[in-house]
C-alpha cells in the first residue's frame, strides 16, 4: 500500500513539474515588443531539411555506415535545438497569449485563447519530440520527428494575428524574431 501511495505522490509531482516546465513558469513577459528580446529565431526550412526522411535515407544510401552514424547523431543534436528554441519561443507566445485574453476587445481576447492553447500544445510537442529525438540519437532510426514545425508555423501565424490587432505597427516584424 505504501509503495502505491509514493508512485501516486510521485507522479502527481511529476506532472506538476511537467506542467510548470510546458508553462514557463518563470517568464514575465509584459508586452509585443518583450518577444524579440526573449526569444530566439527558428529556421523552419533548416529544421525540416534535418527531419526529412527522404533527406535521410539520400545519406544513408550514399554514406558508408562508419560516417553515416555520426552524421545522423549531429544531425538529430542540431534537430534537438531547433525544437529547444521553438519550445522555448512557445513558452513566451504562452504568455502573450494569455496576457491578450484579459484585452477588454473579444477579438483579441479570443485571438488570445487560441494562441495560448496552440503555444501550450506546441511546448508540450517539443518537450516530447526532445525525448524522441534523444530515443534517436541513442537508438539510430528508431524514430522520426515531423509535425511539430507545422504547428510552430501555425503558433507564429497566430500570434502575427494577435499582433495585427493590438500593435499593427509591430505585426510584419514579429515572425522574424521567432
Known amino acids: ?20 516546465i510546458a ?11 518583450e518577444v524579440e528580446a526573449c526569444t530566439t ?13 527522404s ?5 544513408r544510401s550514399m554514406l558508408p ?9 549531429e544531425r538529430a543534436m542540431a534537430a534537438i535545438q531547433y525544437i529547444w528554441w ?11 497569449g494569455e496576457a491578450a485574453q484579459r484585452s477588454p476587445d473579444p477579438a483579441v481576447a479570443a485571438a488570445g485563447r487560441d494562441l495560448s492553447g496552440l503555444a501550450l500544445h506546441v511546448r508540450l510537442h517539443a518537450l516530447m519530440a526532445i525525448i524522441h529525438l534523444t530515443t534517436r540519437i541513442l537508438i539510430p532510426g ?5 509535425v511539430l514545425m507545422d504547428r510552430y508555423d501555425e503558433l507564429r501565424r497566430r500570434v502575427a494575428a494577435i499582433a495585427g490587432l493590438q500593435q499593427p505597427a509591430i505585426a510584419g516584424r514579429i515572425n522574424s524574431w521567432l
Open 1 to 20: 500500500m505504501t509503495v502505491y501511495l509514493a508512485f501516486g505522490a510521485f507522479t502527481i509531482l511529476a506532472l506538476v513539474l511537467l506542467a510548470c
Open 23 to 33: 508553462r514557463g513558469q518563470a517568464l514575465r513577459i509584459r508586452s509585443l515588443e
Open 41 to 53: 529565431p527558428v529556421d523552419l526550412l533548416a529544421f525540416r531539411n534535418l527531419i526529412d526522411p
Open 55 to 59: 533527406e535521410d535515407d539520400y545519406l
Open 65 to 73: 555506415r562508419a560516417l553515416y552514424r555520426p552524421l545522423q547523431r
Open 86 to 96: 521553438a519550445g522555448k519561443n512557445a513558452a513566451v507566445l504562452l504568455r502573450i
Open 142 to 146: 528508431a524514430i522520426r520527428v515531423s
